[in-house]
């Protein structure tokens, strides 16, 4: 059974920093798109931000120069620093994965979709 848990979420000021960290479980396939998704109430879920096999990285334009996913591809683990944040970033952010996705294909666009989701931690930035 896969699992994804998310931690690290919390209130904070706006220009302040979070980090927020992905455990994840029974993923047994040999490569994964992971992935940092993101609702806020009354909008769209987006995708905010992935990272594949090769360690390539994408993210959505709202939050390039301020987020980041350190470090290499390990399946069981994802972070997300998130620097500088604004209030507009307050939402529950969810972990996410697809396997069997890298390359092109492994970008913020397609995290909606992703199969396996965590259960999500809140991110609140006020002003």
């Known amino acids: 059974q896969v699992r994804l848990v998310e931690s690290g979420g919390g209130s904070v000021q706006a220009g302040r920093s979070l980090r927020l960290s992905c455990t994840a479980y029974?993923?047994?396939?040999?490569?994964?798109?992971l992935a940092w998704y993101r609702q806020a109430p009354g909008k769209e879920g987006e995708g905010v931000a992935t990272?594949?096999?090769?360690?390539?990285?994408t993210y959505t334009d709202s939050v390039k120069g301020r987020f980041s996913i350190p470090g290499d591809y390990d399946k069981n683990t994802l972070d997300l620093q998130m620097n500088n944040l604004k209030p507009e970033d307050t939402a529950e952010y969810y972990c996410?994965?697809?396997?069997?996705?890298?390359?092109?294909?492994?970008?913020?666009?397609?995290?909606?979709?992703?199969?396996?989701r965590g259960q999500g931690t809140q991110v609140t930035v006020s002003s």
């Open positions: 990272l594949d096999r090769d360690g390539r990285k």
């Open positions: 996410a994965a697809e396997p069997g996705l890298s390359g092109a294909g492994c970008n913020f666009k397609g995290v909606r979709g992703f199969r396996y």
């Open positions: 029974g993923l047994s396939a040999s490569t994964y798109c």
